[in-house]
Structure formats: C-alpha cells, structure tokens
C-alpha cells in the first residue's frame, strides 16, 4: 500500500520559517507530479505549489518568493521550505502526489493527512 505521511507542521510567528515534508512509503515505481496544497478554517483548499519530476515548479501568487517547493526523488521525499511565514498562511498543509506503483500499472493519486501550521504572535 502506498501512503504519504507529512510533517514539520507547528507554531511560528510572523516573519519565521518552517520546512515541511513529504515521505512516499510502498511499492513505488515512479512519482510525477508532488503539490503542496492548504485548507484554512472555513476556506477551501488551494494550491500552494507544485513540482513535476523533472522539478518544473509552480507556485500560488500568495506564495511566490517566500516558498520553495523542492523533492529527492531517490528518496520519494518532496519538500516545502516556507519562509516569511504570514498570520494568512496559516492552514492545514496536505500533500499530494501522482504515484505509479508499478511500471504495468496505472496512476494513483494520493493525499496525505496534513500537517497544521500555525502562524501568530
């Protein structure tokens, strides 16, 4: 079975910085695309970046400039390194990610069970 698990996930205050993860566990042939969304209270989730496997990125304007999305593919391992962190960034951070098991397979696309952050003074 293949799951992905998050963490890094805390209280900061305004200004800091905070560095999330994202571990692949399972059978595992290849990944595509790893994203990083949110879920803040009473919002919907939103994109907050994504990176394929040849580390093409793309972030959400509210992000730019403050978040690098990055991965290690040899360890299925992606990464959010978030800084300038904003009382607004707070949310539940999930992962996702596009996952072939196995060559002969198809496709799955999975989800993590978040991480919360927690931005305030």
């Known amino acids: 079975q293949v799951r992905l698990v998050e963490s890094g996930g805390g209280l900061v205050q305004p200004g800091g910085s905070l560095r999330l993860s994202c571990a692949a566990s399972g059978t595992i042939f290849s990944i595509t695309v790893m994203g990083w969304y949110r879920q803040a209270p009473g919002k919907q989730r939103e994109l907050v970046a994504t990176?394929?496997?040849?580390?093409?990125?793309n972030y959400a304007d509210s992000v730019k400039g403050r978040f690098t999305i990055s991965r290690d593919n040899a360890q299925n391992t992606g990464y959010l390194q978030m800084n300038s962190l904003k009382t607004e960034d707070t949310a539940v951070y999930h992962c996702?990610?596009?996952?072939?098991?196995?060559?002969?397979?198809?496709?799955?696309?999975?989800w993590g069970q978040g991480t919360l952050v927690t931005v305030s003074q």
């Open positions: 996702n990610a596009v996952i072939f098991p196995r060559p002969d397979m198809g496709s799955l696309e999975l």
């Open positions: 990176i394929t496997g040849g580390g093409r990125t």
